[in-house]
């Protein structure tokens, strides 16, 4: 019982102990700042943040007709809205099985579909901001001195990708009659299948360029809410190094270490320090309020049975079997 709740328990606690000291060293400066807040760039911040989401329901729904499953937009965007809603409080991003099980559930697909499109969206989602990060690192570097743990953070995804893509062309080749290999094999095929051709390459790396620049507006419209002069490639990179420490499951959906890239990488920039932590905290506090309303309602859309896998997915009830059992 302690294993289960302390690794629920400790990753929060890691991550609210970080944001309170964020907010602790500029406690004096807080309220000041925000009084000087231009709050219509909230609104269209909360705006931009659904339009992304729409983007990457609509990118979802293109990987899983290249996996042969037939599904909605809606449908895809509220599969997201679940499984990101459950990333926000179970650690180690195991509220990514929830989507595993709904398309099981709704659509009988096998829970090797369910993990290659969670695979695909992923490798997408990973190579492609950091691909964006390389583009604006250029002009960054210019005005502004980089740490080098910065380069590589960005460098390391990109090559993964390129040993990931590898490794998938190699994977035709792999004979063996072992369950596991045999199992491997099958959802390497499928990830083949639903990304290595050229439409599915295009369509992937262009929406996923997209879903990321749209991130980038929202906390744009924020830096905008408080008058603040950052350059836009600096607010490119600081989404950049933001995401890519978030995809580290240290914390339940980044919370805390997103905080912290960002506002470090903003004050390298010359940021004030008060009005750093603000546009992270803001920023990261929009993207997951608008997830949590919309897992809300996801739950509705899907019915009572969704609200009942979450509770397991919290309860760390999501086993091995569940979701690889069949």
Known sequence: MWKKASAVVIPTLIAVGIVAYMLYRVWDDL???????????????????????????????FILYGLDVKKSLWF???????????????????????????????????????????????????????????FALPFVLAVLDVPDWFITVILVPLAAGGIFFAVLLWSGRMQSENRIVVAVQRMLDEVKRASLNPRALAVLSGSSLLIWLV??????????????????????????????????PITPGGVGTYELALALTFGLAGTPAVTATLIAVIDHLIKNLVTLVGGVGSIYYF?????????KAFSREIEKEDTFGG
């Open 215 to 248: 991130d980038v507006l929202v906390c744009y419209a924020v830096v905008l809410m408080f008058q603040e002069p950052v350059p836009f490639g600096i607010v490119v990179l600081a989404i950049v190094i933001g995401n890519l420490v978030k995809a580290v």
């Open 303 to 311: 019915g009572d049975w969704s609200m009942d896998l979450l509770k």
């Open 76 to 134: 895809s965007i509220a599969c997201i809205f679940i499984s990101q809603t459950a990333n926000l409080i179970v650690p180690a991003r195991l509220g990514d099985f929830v989507r595993m099980l709904i398309l099981k559930h709704e659509d009988d697909a096998t829970y090797s579909q369910g993990f290659s499109s969670l695979v695909v969206e992923r490798v997408f989602d990973i190579l492609m901001i950091a691909v964006l990060g390389a």
């Open 31 to 61: 309220l000041l700042t925000l009084e000087h807040a231009v709050i219509p760039f909230l609104f269209a911040a909360v705006g931009i943040c659904v339009t992304a989401w729409i983007f990457r329901g609509y990118r979802y729904r």
